[in-house]
T-cell receptor
Framework: GAVVSQHPSRVICKSGTSVKIECRSL??????MFWYRQFPKQSLMLMAT?????????EQGVEKDKFLINHASLTLSTLTVTSAHPEDSSFYIC?????????????FGEGSRLTVL | GEDVEQSLFLSVREGDSSVINCTYT??????LYWYKQEPGAGLQLLTY?????DMKQDQRLTVLLNKKDKHLSLRIADTQTGDSAIYFC??????????FGAGTRLFVKA
């Protein structure tokens, strides 16, 4: 199956700094990428949808100036958590959809655990 | 609006069958999915069913779809300890937009 790689898998940062997480589709062109946040023992919370070359669409309640999403190419989307605070600590997961699948299947990254001190 | 609901926990003994249930609201869903998440990892597609099918079997996995009741189930035969994970039911609502349930945490007791 298609592979989506997410980097870094773990990151610890100080409060007030910014952190960038990358999501790459390694063997297919991801026309659409999604970013999720997952709290411990809870479900995925969709944060935003990004289509290559256009601005991301954020879900209600997600601050777009806080969580900057860039999808500059068909193989790379980035999520930047700006001025991170301890409450931003979470597990962030990306997923990608694109050809050749015609079943709407999403391919998920391995997730990135962010800890803000 | 679109919604997918599933029970949060299921505990079974090793060797027994597990049945995870899910209900969804969007009758126009084309595909319905079961994803598996192991601790500290992303999700992996386990299986999917096209909306005009009633059943799909894949080795130990059986998916049943009752489109009238908007009910989807996943049966895992001969459940093993390695099947312990969170199982997400999901429906496709167009393009790659997918609505996920809250996930069912499956505990398999040896």
């Amino acid at each position: 199956g298609a592979v989506v790689s997410q980097h870094p898998s773990r990151v610890i940062c100080k409060s007030g700094t910014s952190v960038k997480i990358e999501c790459r589709s390694l063997d297919f062109q991801a026309t659409t990428m999604f970013w999720y946040r997952q709290f411990p023992k809870q479900s995925l919370m969709l944060m935003a949808t990004s289509n290559e070359g256009s601005k991301a669409t954020y879900e209600q309640g997600v601050e777009k100036d806080k969580f900057l999403i860039n999808h500059a190419s068909l193989t790379l989307s980035t999520l930047t958590v700006t001025s991170a605070h301890p409450e931003d600590s979470s597990f962030y997961i990306c997923s990608a959809g694109g050809l050749p699948t015609n079943t709407g299947e999403l391919f998920f990254g391995e997730g990135s655990r962010l800890t803000v001190l | 609006g679109e919604d997918v609901e599933q029970s949060l926990f299921l505990s079974v003994r090793e060797g027994d069958s597990s049945v995870i249930n899910c209900t969804y609201t969007d009758s126009s869903s084309t595909y319905l999915y079961w994803y598996k998440q192991e601790p500290g990892a992303g999700l992996q597609l386990l299986t999917y069913i096209f909306s005009n099918m009633d059943m799909k079997q894949d080795q130990r996995l059986t998916v049943l779809l009752n489109k009238k009741d908007k009910h989807l189930s996943l049966r895992i035969a001969d459940t093993q300890t390695g099947d312990s994970a969170i199982y997400f039911c999901a429906e496709s609502i167009g393009g790659f937009k997918t609505i996920f349930g809250a996930g069912t945490r499956l505990f398999v007791k040896a």
